[in-house]
């Protein structure tokens, strides 16, 4: 069923505006009919910057990293909803149900991740510290801190035409975490699933005004008016790329740019996985998945086939034998494997780089220039069967690593030995991914050092793995995706390291007692704050930066030391036998275990009676810094280092913990962790 006649709009300044001049007319995939109509002219981008600069900027910078969090979750849940009516109309961008599972849950679940992520890993502030103290004097009354804020800019995001959902949440995810409001150009091919996308997060009434605004068409004059505070995210062409980075307003304010632009991505069968192996077959259906999914147009796609010489002729049997079975047509039918083009101008591009490959390269399987199947037009609409060429000569084959034919079209190249390989998947210059498919770890090492550096993320497939395996062409978002070189340069995007992107370090300098106050976090030289109740009969709201408890001195026996041992079995030799110590480079004699100090600190910090604290769920950072003697003393220092509030009933308290001798030495340092409840 065509759908009805779409006109686009841009969501800005709080409303939706249809652009003034003449839209461009953005067709299906299926049978090239025209179904909706795109066009920005006339929308104020200076404007629509200084309404996400004034009213959404400030609104998410109000909130913390949980309650941002907080919003993603809702609005996953929101567009979880709602997903059928994007199924919908993502069949006319030429993707099958897979194919539309991965651009839209696939997106929705990367917000779902990043926002369950934020929760456990970044503080419920609006700050986040990185690092230690540096101390940067001798008494250390003046120590510098590194420490992420949030940018006071917009976050624009240009993405591609193959992805309109995935694309646009992968990137606003960690921006509206960071607490930068987002401004999203989709590409206009797909921008009638976008749009569809963007007014449910409109409509969800979720994200604060200003935090989310929405360009169908062009960009305008948006980069003129950028500064150094605001930030691009580009996914496309080299070419696009390289004309955008270099746009006078970027280079002027030094504007953050990151790319994600056309990888030359390898897959490598290792030499040790022979027909008889999972190895083998593993690979022929890795390479024949990447190159049908999405009709092969991914980022992460395999472009190039490393294969070891002689496994060539049985690589190309097998290779053709599997994509001959695949179904193409129509993606609304539940039969098809492989569904169109997102364009017929994509289709036409594809083709003209196909001719471009076969200067170096021969047609092994496939047509690109004739296609006929049943119940849909093959021509009107942008089918193309896959087309896999074998190279006879990889190192001549120049343009196999150098242009890319964004469709279901790969390369077989033979490679001689694992040197050769590594040469060979080098030549692309940089990709998002490549991957290696071995059971060797020989093998895996030599490729993995030879050439990791040219890939962004790196997979090794194998029997263990094989069954879990998200796959070649699947970034995580807990993990980098990007890549070097002509894969454009980043790995920005994927977990917490796409929050710190669109956060602003910055290196503080202060006292100690001023960069407590300042960051919540008692650093060692601050004030401490001493009161008459034990800090473990206060409630988690009552506790302060600070707050310290001083317990009093516990001698070391040497009866302590071997009843530890004989209770606990360690009797290695620095506790217990005075001839094996002599001379030992660290202890002076006999001392106690270290974890025997441990224990004697709880005992003499803990308070035993029932209180606000309810568990200690473990330590950090634990060094032992001078070894204890039979016959010495002990004692403890305990401060409140900084707390996080988990839920309404209880919050994560940190606690500084120093241990010291009778000459008041460092003898331990560690930081503890509970859990206090919010009320007494």
């Known amino acids: 069923m065509k759908p009805a006649m779409m006109t686009l709009k841009s969501y800005a300044e709080g409303r939706w505006v249809t652009g003034k001049g003449s839209p461009a007319e953005i067709a299906s995939a299926i049978n090239g009919e025209i179904i909706a109509h795109a066009n920005s002219d006339g929308l104020d981008m200076a404007g629509m910057l200084a309404h996400a600069r004034r009213t959404g900027g400030p609104a998410l910078r109000h909130l913390t990293f949980h309650q941002r969090a907080e919003l993603l979750k809702r609005l996953g849940q929101h567009l979880t909803a709602h997903k059928e009516a994007l199924y919908a109309l993502s069949f006319h961008t030429g993707a099958t149900r897979s194919d539309g599972w991965i ?45 992420y804020l949030s940018r006071e ?89 390289m004309r955008l980075q270099s746009h006078p307003g970027l280079l002027r304010s030094a504007v953050p740019f990151t790319a994600e632009r056309d990888p030359l991505n390898c897959a490598i069968l290792g030499p040790d996985a022979t027909p008889e192996t999972p190895e083998f077959d593993l690979y022929i259906r890795e390479v024949v998945r990447e190159m049908t999914v999405k009709a092969g147009q991914k980022c992460t796609a395999i472009r190039r086939i490393l294969v070891p010489e002689s496994r060539v002729e049985a690589i190309s049997k097998a290779l053709a034998e599997r994509l001959a079975k695949i179904r193409i047509g129509d993606p609304r039918d539940e039969t098809t494997r492989m569904g169109p083009l997102a364009s017929l101008a994509q289709r036409r591009d594809v083709r003209a780089r196909i001719e471009t490959l076969r200067r170096d390269a021969d047609i092994v399987f496939g047509d690109p220039s004739c296609l006929t199947l049943e119940g849909v037009d093959a ?104 890549g070097p070189g002509r894969a454009g340069g980043g790995e920005e995007l994927g977990g917490m390291r796409a929050v710190k992107h669109h956060l602003r370090r910055v290196a503080l300098q202060g006292s100690p007692a001023m960069m407590t106050s300042l960051l919540k976090s008692w650093v060692k030289g601050a004030p401490e ?84 604290v309810l568990a200690n769920y473990g330590l950090e950072g634990l060094r032992f810094l001078k070894p204890v003697e039979p016959g010495e003393a002990i004692k403890v ?11 309404a009933d209880y919050g994560e308290v940190r606690w500084d913990v120093e241990i010291t001798n009778t000459a008041n030495e460092p003898v331990a340092t560690y930081q503890l962790l509970t859990m206090n409840a919010c009320m007494r």
């Open 103 to 147: 651009d839209i849950e696939g997106g929705i679940g990367t917000v779902f991740t990043l926002a369950s992520k934020a929760k456990r890993e970044l503080p419920n502030e609006t700050f986040l510290i990185d690092g230690e103290v540096e101390a940067l004097s001798k008494t250390g009354s003046f120590i510098g801190q590194h420490a």
């Open 529 to 612: 704050i001493e009161k008459d109740e034990h800090p473990f009969r206060h409630a988690f709201h009552e506790l302060e930066p600070g707050q310290s408890f001083h317990s009093a001195e516990r001698v070391v026996t040497l009866a302590d030391i071997e009843h530890f041992a004989e209770f606990t079995g360690d009797t290695f030799y620095a506790h217990m036998d005075a001839d094996a110590v002599k001379g030992h480079p660290f202890f002076p004699g006999r001392v106690a275990h270290g974890y025997l100090l441990l224990s004697f600190a709880a005992g003499l910090f803990v308070e035993p009676k029932r209180g606000p």
């Open 379 to 482: 021509e009107k609409g942008a089918f193309l069967q896959p087309v896999l060429l074998r190279a006879s000569n990889p190192d001549a084959a120049a343009s196999v690593h150098a242009v890319e034919a964004f469709g279901p079209v790969a390369t077989i190249l033979p490679y001689r030995d694992l040197d050769h390989a590594i040469a060979l998947a080098n030549r692309g210059e940089g990709s998002l991914v490549g991957s290696l498919v071995t059971h060797d770890p020989e093998v895996v090492r030599q490729v993995i050092f030879g050439a990791g550096a040219f890939h962004g993320r790196m997979l090794v497939l194998d029997r263990d793995c094989a069954k879990e395996s998200t796959g070649h062409g699947s970034p995580m978002p807990h993990l980098v995706h990007g």
């Open 637 to 647: 220092r305990l401060t409140v280092k900084s707390k996080a509030p988990r839920n």
């Open 153 to 241: 800019g917009v976050a624009v995001e240009i993405n591609a035409f193959n992805f309109p959902i995935w694309g646009m949440l992968e990137k606003l995810a960690p921006a509206i975490l960071a607490g930068m409001p987002v401004i999203v150009k989709p590409a206009t091919s797909g921008a009638y699933l976008a749009e569809a996308a963007a007014r449910l997060i409109v409509e969800s009434g979720i994200l604060p005004e200003g935090a989310f605004q929405f360009v169908c068409g062009s960009v305008q004059d948006l980069f003129d008016h950028l500064t150094g505070q605001d930030m691009v995210g580009f996914t496309g062409s080299l070419e696009t790329s």
